[in-house]
């Protein structure tokens, strides 16, 4: 089977596309998923999006992670497949899509995308005898952690530690580590759960950051600057007692095209 597809990078998240309207991908094949995803043997990404019809929205995103199994929200995916969206004729400047039966809106505007999230209704705080942080679900569940070394810390170890604590380990969590550089920038590496790595972006980690950086600091600001060892994204929120109206936006940019051919 040869398979159609395009690669994305939302600020060095990158990401498989295929255009699945005619539903010829077999979204049941996990070890394909996995193979395509890899980065020696495959065309190497962090996670797959798959494109299908919805008969009420633009679009349906369907998104896995690289080890192959589905995964959920994913904020510089949903950027990304905006634009290829928008390349393939599907959608002007005002879109709306679902994702595991949600409703997300976005727009573009010259070349920056930006994605609509669900409100936010609660941020636990977690403490226990090794680590503190804070749980936030932005539409994929977040571990934040405030640190102040974040250029020498070793994501990938203590990721993967936090990552694969008791509390954890079935559903898996992102983790996020933070370093807030003054009122409205803060500088954040995340180890994705699914990659089982550190990623150069992850945009459901810059929501979940700045919203965690506004909790802790009961900041008044409700604009971050997200720096990232792939680019710098924006995060903008009105909040009340719930975070509500929250933006991520950034760059989405296509790298190439081309036919795999599978087994």
Not at 65 to 76: L, R, T, Y
Not at 190 to 207: F, H, Q
Not at 240 to 255: D, H, P, Q, R, Y
């Amino acid at each position: 089977m040869t398979i159609p597809f395009s690669k994305y990078h939302g600020t060095g998240n990158d990401f498989i596309i295929i255009d699945n309207r005619k539903n010829f991908f077999d979204k049941n094949n996990f070890s394909l998923i996995s193979k395509l995803c890899e980065r020696r043997f495959g065309i190497g990404a962090d996670g797959l999006m798959l494109l299908e019809n919805h008969n009420q929205f633009d679009f349906e995103m369907i998104y896995f992670n690289s080890d192959g199994k589905k995964g959920s929200m994913c904020g510089n995916g949903g950027r990304c497949i905006i634009s290829f969206a928008k390349k393939l004729g599907l959608v002007n400047n005002s879109i709306k899509f679902i994702v595991n039966e949600k409703k997300y809106f976005g727009a573009i505007e010259n070349n920056i995308i930006k994605l609509k999230f669900q409100d936010v209704l609660l941020i636990e705080e977690y403490s226990d005898s090794f680590q503190n942080g804070f749980i936030i679900d932005t539409g994929s569940p977040h571990f934040v952690k405030f640190v102040d070394s974040i250029e020498i810390i070793d994501v990938f170890k203590e990721g993967r530690k936090i990552r694969n604590n008791a509390k954890f380990k079935n559903a898996g969590i992102n983790v996020d580590f933070v370093k807030i550089e003054n009122d409205n920038t803060i500088f954040v590496r995340t180890y994705e759960r699914g990659v089982e790595d550190e990623t150069y972006s992850c945009g459901t980690g810059a929501v979940a950051s700045a919203l965690a950086t506004s909790y802790k600091t009961n900041s008044e600001n409700n604009n971050y600057l997200i720096s990232t060892k792939g680019g710098n994204l924006k995060v903008s929120f009105e909040k009340s007692e719930i975070f509500e109206n929250i933006w991520l936006e950034g760059t989405a940019t296509f790298v190439f095209e081309g036919k795999i051919d599978v087994n």
